[in-house]
Every structure is written in C-alpha cells, then in structure tokens.
C-alpha cells in the first residue's frame, strides 16, 4: 500500500498541473475500488453519501472519520476528506477534525463555512475567515502535507450572492488554504468569475451546475478540479428505487441492467482495480 506522505505528494501535484483532474466521490470500499479500476487519479469522500449509507439524513463525526479510513485503505489513490464544518463551530475544535482527518489517511480535506444551523446557516465572515486560519495552522502542523481546501457554501443557501463568494474564497485564500471551492456555481460565467478572482486551485462540483458544461470548457477558465458531491451515491440509489419499484409491481425488467459479475470481480479481487 502506498504510504500517506506519498500520496498527498501525489495528490498536491495533480493541482499543480495546468489540466483539470476528475475527483469522483465513492461511499465505501467497493465503489471506491471500481473507481479505481476506471483510471480516476484521486477520490473524495462524500459526507451525503455515508449518511445515505447510514439512512440517515446526516452522517455523524465518527462516521465520517470511519468512512475516511475505509475509502483511504481501499485503493492506492490519494483521498480527499468531506469533513462539513469540522462537526464544531469554535475554529480550533473544527480544526480538530482535520488532524483526526489525517490519522485516517487521507491526502486532503475540506473545511466549509456552512454552520449546519437553518437559522443561520452560514458563519459570518470573520469567524469563518478565522476558521480556515486554525484549519490552515492544524494542517501545517500535520507529518502529513495535507492539501486544506476551504469551501464558501453561501450559495447553496441563498445567503448573499457571488461578490460574497468571492469575497469569503479571496479571504480564505489569504488565510493559507491550498485549494478554493464554491458548491453552488451553476454556469460557466459564474465558475470563470471565481477562478478569475483568485490565485490558487478552484474546485467546481458539477453536482450543482449544468449539465451541459463539458471537462474541455472548464479547462479553459482555468478550473483546477472538478469533483461531483453526492451525486454518483443519489444516482444509485435512483436506480436501486427503480428496480425496487418493478419488483414492487411484479416486474423483473431491471435485471438485465445490472452490473456484470465478472467486472466487480475483477475490482474487487486483491490486486485487482486495474485501470480500464
């Protein structure tokens, strides 16, 4: 298995590369391995994606560090923690969560500024600029270089607009995070305003955005990284209903749509996962 410090050195300059690089977001150490067997070159945990695992509507602190250490252990690519707030609203508690993050063996980690209360569910911006200061300060005091993004969720919760995006990724930037990430930006004007705006890596969730916007065009303002959330885990679930609901109805149609044994074998065998 190749070690931890290796792979965020991987994980670092795959950001470092004028490209964008695809960052897909498995939920358990068999989604994460038949990604693997695909040719991605990095994974991203999905906090949506434990919970949906879990029927809850949100996965715990512990389910996401346990989720971690799974998908970290499940392949040789280098993993990117889905950490929420830090499951703490005082910055050096959310900081925390990056060091537990790291004794799981993820490459990256992502700190948000979604304060997880509908009332008020985005942080001002000082603590929320202070909370990425104590998450960039944690990370370098990591034996691991992990790569810190910090993300402005403000538009997924109609809280302001995209001068207030910008606004929070230029502090965050300048608080010391490796990597800037807005979820929420749905077109391509909206996603080159930001990397326009700023000096360092932009990740764009395409979870969020059109459809229709292709990895070329994103290439060409700039993006950095482009991941997809939740997504690939509602996707599945989309089609287990689907199936679920023909046998409900006395149908059976569905399994002619399944996935071949002989492919998840292959993934699935040790040493298996083999780029395709």
């Known amino acids: 298995m190749t070690d931890q410090p290796a792979k965020a050195a991987r994980f670092r300059a795959l950001h470092e590369r004028p490209e964008p690089f695809l960052l897909p977001n498995p939920w358990d150490a ?116 992990l790569v810190l993004t910090a993300r402005a969720e403000n538009l997924l919760y109609g809280v302001a607009g995209l001068d207030d995006t910008i606004r929070r990724l230029q502090a965050f930037e300048a608080a010391g995070a490796d990597v800037l990430y807005a979820p929420g930006l749905r077109t391509l004007d909206q996603m080159r305003a930001v990397v326009s705006s700023v000096g360092r890596p932009v990740n764009v969730v395409m979870g969020f955005a059109d459809p229709a916007i292709t990895l070329e065009q994103l290439a060409e303002i700039g993006v950095r990284r482009v991941s997809i959330g939740g997504a690939l885990s509602r996707l599945a679930l989309r089609s287990f209903l689907d199936g679920a609901r023909q046998m409900r109805a006395g149908r059976f149609g569905f399994v002619t749509e399944m996935a071949a044994l002989a492919e998840l074998h292959e993934a699935f065998e040790p040493g298996g996962a083999t780029p395709r």
């Open 30 to 145: 068999g989604t994460a391995r038949l990604l693997a067997g695909l040719g991605f070159e990095a994974l991203a945990t999905t906090s949506l994606g434990v919970a949906n695992v879990l029927g809850r509507t949100r996965a715990g602190r512990q389910d996401v560090l346990d989720n971690c250490r799974v998908i970290s252990e499940a392949t040789e690519l280098p993993v990117n923690a889905d950490l929420e707030n830090g499951f703490a609203h005082e910055p050096a508690e959310a900081a925390k969560m990056i060091e537990d993050a790291c004794a799981c063996g993820v490459a990256g980690a992502s700190i948000e500024d979604a304060s997880g209360d509908p009332r008020t569910p985005i942080y001002d911006f000082g603590l929320a600029v202070e909370r990425v200061h104590a998450a960039v300060e944690a990370t370098r005091g990591l034996p691991v270089p």
